[in-house]
């Protein structure tokens, strides 16, 4: 079955740091979706990724799809405390009956003011 | 309200215990996951149901899992006999794409399950 593994499975960082969190999937990727979550809460979508090659820009964090190397990449520019959470990559599930959408292992990010 | 509501959102039972934790998708949304969260873990796939079809039941953990969703809305989801593993938060997503996609999934705040 697919998997999803992200790195690093956690990161600390100074605000106004850049960073960039990794989801590797075994087989090919079909589109690859970002979530958030914030302690507690439910995973808020923040882009999706449907083409090799393609990137996304949403306010200070960018995605980019490496079919190629069945590979996605979350990048954050000049990070803020608000920024802080569990980011997570989703994918359609390769193979099997039905288009289930599989998550990856999470990575905890923190930003210290 | 317009989102995916879960209840209850806090369930404290024993060892051995039956629970049902319910999710209501938004109106019209056809597909509807649950999902499972351990303390520190990513998210665990357990069912999906997408219209009238067959739900893809390959992600349960065991025969005490199990999960309906009633005129194509409102789902709940069983745990029987429950154990301490079991031990989780329960997330539950809707989304409006038909079958053969998948898109953005909305999600619930999710039920959080402490089995002492």
């Known amino acids: 079955s697919q998997e999803l593994e992200q790195s690093p499975q956690s990161l600390i960082v100074q605000e106004g740091k850049n960073l960039t969190i990794n989801c590797t999937s075994s087989k090919t990727l079909y589109g690859l979706y970002w979530y958030k979550q914030k302690y507690g809460e439910g995973l808020i979508f923040l882009m999706m990724l449907q083409k090799g090659g393609e990137e996304k820009s949403h306010e200070k964090i960018t995605a980019k799809l490496d079919e190629k190397k069945q590979q996605s990449s979350l990048h954050i520019t000049a990070s803020q405390p608000s920024h802080a959470g569990i980011y997570l990559c989703g994918a359609p599930h390769y193979g099997g009956a039905t288009n289930k959408l599989i998550f990856g292992t999470g990575t905890l990010l923190a930003v210290q003011p | 309200g317009a989102g995916v509501s879960q209840s209850p959102s806090n369930k404290v039972t024993e060892k051995g215990k039956d629970v049902e934790l319910r999710c209501d998708p938004i109106?019209?949304?056809?597909?509807l996951y649950w999902y499972r969260q351990s303390l520190g873990q990513g998210l665990e796939f357990l069912i999906y149901?997408?219209?009238?079809?067959?739900?893809?039941k390959s992600g349960l953990p065991s025969d005490r899992f199990s999960a309906e969703r009633t005129g194509g809305s409102v789902s709940t989801l069983t745990i029987q006999r429950t154990q301490q593993e079991d031990s989780a938060v329960y997330l539950c997503a809707s989304s409006s794409f038909p079958r053969g996609r998948t898109g953005e999934l909305f999600f619930g705040e999710g039920s959080r399950l402490t089995v002492l």
């Open positions: 149901f997408q219209g009238n079809s067959a739900p893809d």
């Open positions: 109106s019209g949304h056809t597909a």
